[in-house]
């Protein structure tokens, strides 16, 4: 055996690399019944190998074979029992389920990246090898595995490409750094805007002087469902909305669009928060993008996420939605008062953002979608593979823009390829980007920072970052929902909802029921008073892109 590991720093991270890279295999995803009997790991014309047999050996007896005990050394004894509950932790997951995933366009664009780490033994992309032993593996009495994913791998040996493994941990690491100067950019021209804001002669007003958006408004409200059935598409879906109770005059309306795999109640508590403080919420459900869909692909029903006409089909139940509110509202059906349907605020959350995006004027950007999907194959923005299935959609013309929607809320939004540079300055409404520095599904760089760059500077737009926020900080947790570890969701998520409830309320009191007491709360030293040390919150309103660093290959 070959003896080019030099030091015992050096044999602990190859060893930990090719271990950290095949259970992160397992926790997204799938397996087969001819057994891998040995774990290479490869680097040019190096090698190192360690028999499966003798990891079981030690994960379920705890015994350290002559062929484990060349890498003991490397190891402290916490290390090895973490190591045993590597091999052996189990991933719930039915072998239906990790099947639909691995055979969606998005499985497949993940095992294509794994593949190029987790290889065969004679060293072919392990694409079909990962995907045939994580569904056998789910299959088995013990379910899905680590170390029932080496049994049913289906070669001899399970070769770990560590070149190929460095160079996505350079990416990794620089995406990393990236995001890091860009926070630090946005977090030191908050910072200018507030010195700027202080230094004005009139004095910045606060709490005392101003509602507090914090807190809960005034008004009482009810909750009707809709069942709404447009025929043009052959489309029903329900939709709650929210009023307020005893308001009078116009009521302003507020649509609230959830993201991928979610429902009508990841919101319900911003939702809630706008309805007490007097405006109508409408939310409907996306059937084709929810939950409902979520779970039709777990149990083979479905075979995607999100069918690509959910691109178009989103924003047209938006669309359908104040068609109907308007018929209801003239009829003294939805309400006693008199929605305004003139003047409607959108707000959503990843799919969900690109929906508000769209609405408020932004197109597809086949183009750019064109020029650029070909890069999933090297790209660690997960939300790539599902923005390029928008090209099963080139040539269909719809307008998805509503002139009715006059300001619009995008919590992590994918907008990168979908809509691109193009497509935001298109938009001529008043708008919030709402980012994470944590989000590892839509990068902050590529999906949110740089598409509110795009905007238009002749227009009302606000990035507000959440310092450490994720994908998922800013959801509320509904009965249906996959629960989720805290290091997915972030830190404080209670206090990141509480953000949403104050910004919102701000953006759309300003911009939808034309209340200007409001507009203070939208800037860098009201976000500062805000602001708390779990979950800091940072507001600007422009920045340039040259003061921007390089994206990175990874988070294209």
């Known amino acids: 055996m070959l003896r080019f590991f030099q030091t015992a720093a050096q044999g602990k991270a190859i060893f930990l690399a090719s271990l950290s890279l095949m259970a992160s295999t397992v926790a997204l995803m799938p397996q087969r019944a001819s057994s891998a009997e040995r774990v290479y790991v490869s680097f040019s014309i190096l090698e190192r190998s360690i028999s499966v047999s003798a990891l079981e050996a030690y994960a379920r007896e705890g015994i350290v074979d002559e062929d484990l005990a060349v890498y003991t050394q490397y190891f402290t004894p916490e290390q090895l029992e973490q190591l045993r509950q590597i091999l052996l932790t189990r991933i719930d997951a039915t072998p239906v389920a990790i099947a639909q995933f691995l055979y969606s366009p998005q499985g497949q664009v993940l095992l294509d990246r794994l593949g190029q780490v987790i290889q065969t033994e004679a060293r072919q992309s392990g694409f079909y090898a990962l995907r045939a032993a994580l569904i056998l593996a789910a299959a088995q009495p013990e379910g899905l595995t680590l170390l029932n994913i080496l049994h049913q791998y289906p070669t001899n040996g399970l070769r770990v490409n560590l070149q190929a493994a460095l160079n996505i941990a ?205 890069l999933t194959r090297r790209t660690w923005n997960v939300s790539l593979t599902l923005q390029c299935r928008a090209l099963e959609l080139l040539g269909t013309q719809v307008e998805t823009r509503d002139p009715r929607v006059k300001a619009a809320i995008a919590i992590n939004p994918i907008a990168s390829r979908i809509l691109g540079e193009s497509g935001m300055q298109q938009i001529e409404i008043p708008v919030a980007i709402v980012t994470g520095s944590a989000d590892t599904v839509a990068p902050m760089l590529p999906e949110q920072v740089l598409p509110f760059a795009w905007l238009n500077e002749n227009i009302d737009k606000y990035l507000v970052l959440l310092e450490g926020g994720t994908h998922f900080s800013t959801l509320q947790e509904g009965p249906d929902d996959i629960p989720l570890p805290p290091a997915v969701i972030g830190p404080d998520p209670v206090l990141a909802r509480r953000y949403m409830e104050a910004l919102s309320l701000a953006f759309f009191k300003t911009y939808i029921a034309n209340q200007p007491a409001y507009r203070p709360f939208l800037g860098a030293a009201m976000a500062r008073s805000l602001s708390q040390d779990t979950l800091p919150l940072y507001l600007i309103e422009s920045l340039d892109l040259t003061q921007l660093p390089p994206i990175p290959e990874g988070a294209l």
């Open 170 to 374: 350079q990416q990794l690491q620089t995406l990393i750094a990236q995001t890091r100067q860009t926070s630090a950019q946005i977090i030191a021209q908050a910072a200018l805007g507030e010195q700027q804001a202080t230094s004005l002669t009139t004095p910045s007003p606060t709490f005392d002087v101003l509602p507090d958006v914090r807190r809960v408004g005034p008004n009482q409200w009810s909750k009707q469902t809709l069942t709404l059935s447009d025929p043009r598409r052959n489309r029903t879906y329900p939709a709650d909305l929210y009023l307020p109770i005893g308001q009078s005059g116009m009521i302003p309306v507020v649509v609230i669009s959830h993201g991928l795999g979610s429902d009508r109640l990841t919101y319900e508590y911003l939702a809630q928060h706008l309805a007490s403080h007097g405006f109508a919420v409408a939310v409907p459900e996306h059937l084709g993008s929810s939950v409902a869909q979520r779970e039709a692909l777990v149990r083979g029903l479905a075979a995607e996420v999100a069918e690509p006409a959910e691109f178009i089909n989103r924003p047209l139940d938006i669309q359908f939605l104040l068609d109907e509110l308007t018929r209801l509202s003239a009829a003294g059906i939805a309400s006693p008062g008199q929605l305004n349907l003139e003047q409607v605020g959108v707000v959503g959350q990843s799919f969900g953002g690109y929906t508000a995006l769209t609405l408020g004027g932004a197109p597809i950007n086949f183009e750019r979608l064109l020029a650029d999907c070909n």
